[in-house]
């Protein structure tokens, strides 16, 4: 009786699990905070300012930073994977950069632009299936505005 309890029980919450996590055709979009980027230039370290909310670049010349972007193997159903970037300009400022797919060996497998001269800015970007291997990895190598008169804010992975 006890082991019929045991293997009841054991089904019921192997079942809840698959009930809650979905199936492999839903994707979670994961967000990432511009505070996970760090000076692309080593020599930039401390014109590169962080705040609870992003990162920004307070020298009086554009600065760069790079982003890792974490991510799931895409659903099977799904023939692209997009990324939108956010953050804020100021001044007539243009925050601009490019999103870069690699796979498991570090090879290249392909990029897309964004730039925004906007206040407030949503820029989404698309990779084909292709170019978002299970092993692979994906960054952003963001360019900063001058004078801290652009924070960028982070990324959405939307698969």
């Known amino acids: 009786m006890r082991l019929s309890v045991l293997k009841l029980t054991l089904a019921m919450t192997l079942g809840a699990i698959l009930l809650i996590s979905g199936s492999r055709s839903n994707a979670t979009p994961l967000s990432v905070s511009g505070t996970i980027c760090t000076n692309f230039n080593a020599g930039d370290v401390l014109d590169i300012d962080y705040f609870t909310h992003g990162v920004r670049n ?3 010349n554009t600065r760069a930073v790079i982003c890792a972007l974490p991510r799931q193997p895409l659903p099977g159903n799904f023939n692209t994977g997009a990324f939108t970037v956010s ?5 007539g400022s243009t925050t601009s950069g490019i999103v870069s797919s690699f796979n498991q060996s570090g090879a290249f497998l392909g990029s897309a632009n964004f730039s925004s001269a906007n206040a407030s800015y949503l820029v989404t970007v698309s990779f084909p299936v292709a170019q ?4 692979g990895f994906m960054s952003t ?3 900063l505005p001058a004078s ?4 960028f804010r982070g990324v959405t992975i939307n698969q």
């Open 132 to 135: 978002l291997p299970t092993l």
């Open 87 to 91: 953050g804020s300009n100021s001044n």
């Open 58 to 60: 307070l020298n009086v």
């Open 148 to 151: 801290g008169a652009g924070v």
């Open 141 to 143: 190598f963001v360019t």
